[in-house]
């Protein structure tokens, strides 16, 4: 949802590629209106980050803006598109500035913004500069054409090879997370609450409650705890008598006893913290 309600007025069609959590994503779909038309694409099998487009080309025909599904930033999408149409090329990758860019593919750029050099979790030393591809992405429906069938890495197997048709970076500052983790995942969370700036809650609550801000919990059961910074909760879900959580997500209808305390956690769907217990840093299910 972040990825649609970032998206240019101008964009009226979603084509989302599914394979992992397929029917989960269809009931959301079905029964929320995000505003524009909805096109769910199943991917029997991971194509990789190039057959994933390829695998929707009978929907694209026309430009169109791609995204790594799992990156919360603050590019601005009528800029990106813009600046792609100004260069004129194939394609305009988003670009991130990193302190180390080991983990990530890294792109060298000419004075004009062409890409010229690309490079896939380099080392330290070796890297090429400290700019990484950001998985947001404007393209020409040509680039269609030079994605081959199967599983294809876009980063690996195609762009070194487009490199002639115009392949543009478009760097872009605010924030940027690749939510591939549960820290990071965590981080993602934590700078968009800040961005509210204030709680949103429609909590039932039993004896005293202190809440510091920013938080997001709905339908949840709160009984003389503690709860914040931090904290997106869902319906069902519940926090104990002398609980503290902070920094955590808890999902539909997890459980968090009585004096217990969760700080940078995930609880899964219907998942229980024990009386008394200390979650720290961990994923549960």
Known sequence: MHIIDALPSRVSQVIVAVNYMREQIEEYFQSHDVGREVILVEEKEPLGTG???KNLSEYMDERFIAFNGDIVSSI???AL???HEKCGGIGTLSLWRVDDPTAFGVVALEGDGKITYFQEKPSQEEACSDLINAGVYVFEPEILDRIGEGKVSIEREVFPNILDEGLYGFKFHGYWVDCGTRESFLLAQRILLELRGDTTWDCELNGGVEMIQPNHMIGTVLSNCRIGPFVYSERGVS???GSEVR????LQGARVGR???VANSILGPGAEVEDGSEIVG???V
Do not use: H, R
């Open 51 to 53: 057959g994933a487009i």
């Open 76 to 78: 601005d999408l009528d």
């Open 81 to 83: 598109v813009g600046y």
């Open 239 to 241: 926090v104990g008598s």
């Open 247 to 250: 920094s955590s997500i808890l």
């Open 259 to 261: 004096d217990a305390f």
């Open 282 to 284: 961990t994923i549960l």
